[in-house]
């Protein structure tokens, strides 16, 4: 996972390796940590929000990693998941 953009926290975006160790739905989990500066554990479950398994099922097949794009609402902010990034927004901010 790399740094978040050191602009507006509520817009920033947050870039995971899809080669790393972390699966898609903990990529989530951090970046928003790192937007709203709280802990992962002290977020919501993503289960809320989005099947964690469907996501990591989706991002972990090459064939639709590169293709797919995943929006939804979690901890009151807008996530944008594609093969690349993970984009993290307030709800009325930029996808």
Do not use: K
């Not at 080669?19 to 977020?43: F, I, Q, Y």
């Not at 990693?65 to 690349?84: D, I, K, N, P, Q």
């Amino acid at each position: 996972m790399s740094d978040s953009d050191e602009g507006d926290r509520a817009d920033a975006v947050v870039v995971y390796d899809q080669g790393s160790t972390e699966t898609p739905a903990e990529a989530v989990v951090a970046a928003v940590a790192d937007v709203t500066g709280r802990s992962p554990l002290d977020l919501d479950p993503l289960y809320d929000a989005i099947d964690p398994d469907t996501l990591n099922t989706l991002f972990s097949t090459p064939a639709w990693a590169s293709s797919v794009t995943v929006t939804f609402e979690y901890c009151e902010h807008r996530v944008t998941l594609t093969g690349e990034e993970v984009r993290v927004s307030s709800p009325g901010g930029p996808p």
